[in-house]
């Protein structure tokens, strides 16, 4: 038996199909807790900038700040550097949690700067006319940017999406579980090519999938 | 026009009142002044225009109306509400009662037509049943009762403004302010949305601001004008009054983009090589007979005349314009009919 031959009848339940929900979890928990916290600040990103609803200064410099300090640090270091505030946490730096947890501070700034760079593309004019109908700086957020920019912001999130599984990968390496450890430990520290090239193969066609489903959507909602 | 409302006549005759309004902007470390000292009323009931190059104020004026700007200084009251120096949460109550339109028309494209149409009776408030009552009373008024569901970029440019039209009235404004309503349309589907604002004014008794830089606007719906030139308005008064005698420079210019006015220049220089005669421009004012009477007698003075270019039109029922004569005769004989022609109107040699 070489190096690279897999027992597929195996391999296929019990490794291959956990990772691939472990995955899918990590990643739709990151979205939903990193989207709905990096929505709220790409929409302060964006509506406190000068001239905007909201304007204020002081808050859109420190918003930039942060943005901008985060961002670059690759998601490796970052989820070495977080462990302190991951334990602090979680309760532990190891394991599906904690890498949840490294991979929501992780994607909600790239979030954040994907809403704002998304809502720039609103039309002024209706935010305009909005405001000569008497509407709040609430409603004016919540009923006319966020569903005018929903297209956008659909195609915004696929592509985040997109990133988290990546991220997820990584997540591998703290213990994170999902297809990122099963080709790391199962393939590249085995040397069973076979195993990362699966998991690989496993990858594409969930981001397919993703983008697919994205791109549906945001035709939907712009009925283009 | 438009006749004093029954419906919508309610307290002082003014809707709109300026007094010394002033405008500044920041634009980097220098201060802008747009709207420059403007004190004026604005009639209930009537359709007024402000008429300007762009850049005048014009936008920014119309803007302190409803608040989306503030003032810098003065007064502004708008049908007994002070609009000045409220800050933009006190003003939400007073915007329900100022319709707006735009150039760009400015819809939702993530709704429907009914939903646009929608939008401003949820901000104010109205219960759903009334809101759907409303909407569909509203698009039967603009044409549109059959669009209801269509998504906005699924209609003409004329349909939109249409949609703005019937979102702008929806909770029932008493003030309707334009801006630039007609700009983005053709020629055709202009005079449709003026022929709607007229009806508006008419049928509703809705008081209408319109913001314009087309003279043609101004005279098919407007019944007063003031003409805006940096920041200040330079002259004001009914619409036949401005523009059959304009006094600025800027107003005569504005004239002339619908009539032929007294040819100078090069046009003048034209003229004169195809016509050795001696040139006057006469001017025509409504009502005016005793020109006629003066050039149906040259023969007696044995001048002879041409109709050599000219301009009418008609503003407030009323006509106005010129037309520039050729005189042949002996020079002093053509000096007694300038000076006679001098007695019944205003006489201009072109040079």
């Not at chain 2, 802008?32 to 920014?60: H, L, P, Q, W």
């Not at chain 2, 401003?120 to 759903?128: E, I, Q, R, Y």
Request: aromatic share 6%; hydrophobic share 45%; charged share 20%.
């Amino acid at each position: 038996m070489s190096l690279s031959d897999v027992n597929w009848d195996t391999f296929i339940p019990n490794k291959l199909i956990p990772a691939l929900q472990e995955t899918l979890f990590m990643v739709s928990m990151t979205m939903l807790i990193a989207g709905l916290i990096g929505l709220v600040l790409g929409a302060l990103l964006y509506t406190t900038r000068q001239g905007n609803i909201l304007a204020n200064r002081p808050i859109n410099i420190v918003l930039n700040f942060l943005v901008n300090v985060v961002r670059p640090i690759p998601f490796i270091i970052l989820l070495a550097a977080l462990g302190p505030a991951t334990s602090a946490v979680v309760g532990t730096r190891l394991g599906t949690n904690a890498a949840i947890f490294a991979m929501c501070v992780g994607a909600v700034f790239a979030i954040a700067r994907i809403v704002e760079q998304n809502m720039v593309s609103i039309d002024p004019g209706v935010v305009e006319a909005a405001r000569a109908m008497g509407a709040s700086k609430s409603r004016i957020l919540f009923n006319v940017m966020i569903p005018e920019a929903l297209g956008p912001l659909i195609l915004g999130y696929t592509f985040l999406v997109i990133g988290v599984v990546d991220m997820s990968a990584m997540a591998g390496y703290i213990g994170g579980g999902g297809l990122g450890k099963l080709a790391l430990v199962d393939g590249y520290q085995r040397f069973n090519d076979m195993i990362t090239w699966t998991v690989v193969a496993v990858i594409i066609v969930l981001v397919q999938l993703v983008q697919l489903i994205g791109n549906l959507l945001a035709r939907k909602v712009m009925r283009r | 026009m438009s006749q004093v409302p029954q419906t919508a006549s309610r307290g002082a005759t003014e809707m709109v009142e300026l007094k010394n309004v002033t405008k500044e902007f920041k634009v980097g470390k220098n201060l802008v002044t747009a709207v420059n000292d403007v004190s004026m009323t604005i009639n209930r009931g009537e359709i007024f225009a402000i008429i300007g190059y762009s850049g005048a104020g014009k936008s920014t004026l119309v803007r302190l109306i409803n608040g989306l700007e503030e003032t810098t200084s003065g007064n502004l009251i708008v049908d007994g509400f002070e609009v000045s120096g409220k800050r933009e949460s006190q003003l939400r109550e007073a915007r329900t009662n100022i319709g707006m339109i735009f150039q760009q028309f400015n819809l939702m494209n993530s709704r429907t037509v009914a939903a646009n149409v929608e939008f401003p009776l949820k901000v104010a408030g109205w219960d759903k049943a009334k809101r759907k009552a409303r909407v569909a009373e509203m698009l039967q008024f603009v044409g549109l009762a059959d669009k209801a569901k269509n998504y906005p970029d699924q209609l003409s440019g004329g349909q939109k403004q249409r949609v703005g039209i019937a979102r702008a009235l929806a909770t029932s404004p008493t003030l309707l302010l334009a801006d630039e309503s007609t700009s983005a349309l053709d020629p055709e589907t202009t005079q449709e949305v003026l022929e709607l604002l007229k009806r508006v004014n008419n049928e509703l008794g809705i008081t209408i601001v319109v913001i314009t830089h087309e003279m043609d606007v101004v005279s098919s719906i407007a019944d007063r004008v003031a003409v805006m030139e940096k920041g200040r308005v330079v002259e004001l008064g009914n619409v036949y009054d401005v523009f059959s005698a304009p006094q600025t420079a800027t107003a005569q210019r504005f004239v002339a983009t619908t009539v032929k006015t007294s040819p100078t220049g090069e046009e003048a220089n034209d003229l004169k090589q195809r016509h050795k005669g001696y040139l006057i421009n006469v001017e025509i004012t409504e009502g005016n007979d005793r020109l006629g009477q003066v050039l149906s007698r040259l023969n007696e003075r044995r001048v002879r005349f041409n109709i050599v270019q000219g301009g009418l039109e008609t503003l407030q029922g009323k006509t106005y314009g010129t037309l520039t004569l050729e005189l042949i005769g002996d020079i002093i004989n053509i000096d007694a009919v300038v000076a006679e022609l001098q007695t019944v109107t205003r006489v201009q040699v072109v040079r």
